[in-house]
């Protein structure tokens, strides 16, 4: 049972269009929902996270929505880059316990110059 | 500033063999992780430690092993490697659990045989 989903799986978008990827989870026990952007051939690196009891946080262009009531919340890039293009992970856990996070498939975005 | 450091980046093993994934993360971070990652998958969770001398399982356990006797260091020990286990190894660390702000390593891309 994925406990996070996360779509779509691949995203194509041109140079400064709007990216957004979203995540849907199902364990309303989770307090922490991170994203992490990866280039190839490197690992995870943290990007952008929010708590529960904030509806939106803003870091730059990057802006995360999160709907409580809905178990969703989405990560949107605005002017996108092509050095943006990368393999973006949703995650979801609980700070209290370290076992708990789960990760997305992940989505595949490539910004077209 | 080193982070996480894993080795090896490459290994090829035949089925059957052993071996060991190092990590080591200079952060004095409590908290490690070791995550495999399918092609178009998310990371699983194989194993985390929440300090020296504890361990405990995660999502997919079963043909690993894991022991953590300093801060620094968290081995992932591969026994009678299968080729099920050809995947992209990922060690992470983090301040405080349930993987919040999670710095990773830049992964052992493992081939069984």
């Known amino acids: 049972q994925q406990q996070v989903k996360q779509s779509p799986q691949s995203l194509i978008v041109q140079k400064g269009g709007i990216s957004i990827i979203n995540c849907a989870y199902e364990n309303t026990a989770f307090d922490y929902f991170p994203w992490y952007q990866q280039f190839p051939g490197k690992g995870p690196a943290l990007l952008i996270a929010i708590r529960p009891d904030v509806s939106e946080k803003k870091e730059g262009r990057f802006t995360i929505s999160f709907n409580k009531s809905a178990k969703q919340f989405s990560l949107h890039i605005m002017d996108s880059q092509p050095g943006d293009s990368a393999t973006y992970f949703c995650?979801?856990?609980?700070?209290?316990?370290?076992?708990?996070?789960?990760f997305g498939d992940g989505t595949t975005l490539t910004v077209k110059p | 500033n080193a982070g996480v450091t894993q080795t090896p980046k490459f290994r090829i093993l035949k089925i059957g063999q052993s071996m060991t994934l190092q990590c080591t993360q200079d952060?004095?971070?409590?908290?490690m992780y070791w995550y495999r990652q399918d092609p178009g998958m998310g990371l699983k969770l194989i194993y985390y430690s929440v300090g020296a001398g504890i361990t405990d399982k995660g999502e997919v356990p079963n043909g690993y092993n894991v022991s953590r006797s300093t801060t620094e260091d968290f081995p992932l020990r591969l026994e009678l490697a299968a080729p099920s286990q050809t995947s992209v190894y990922f060690c992470a660390s983090s301040i405080t659990p349930g993987g919040t702000e999670a710095f990773f390593g830049q992964g052992t891309r493992l081939t069984v045989v």
């Open positions: 952060m004095n971070h409590n908290y």
């Open positions: 995650a979801a856990g609980k700070t209290t316990n370290a076992g708990k996070s789960t």
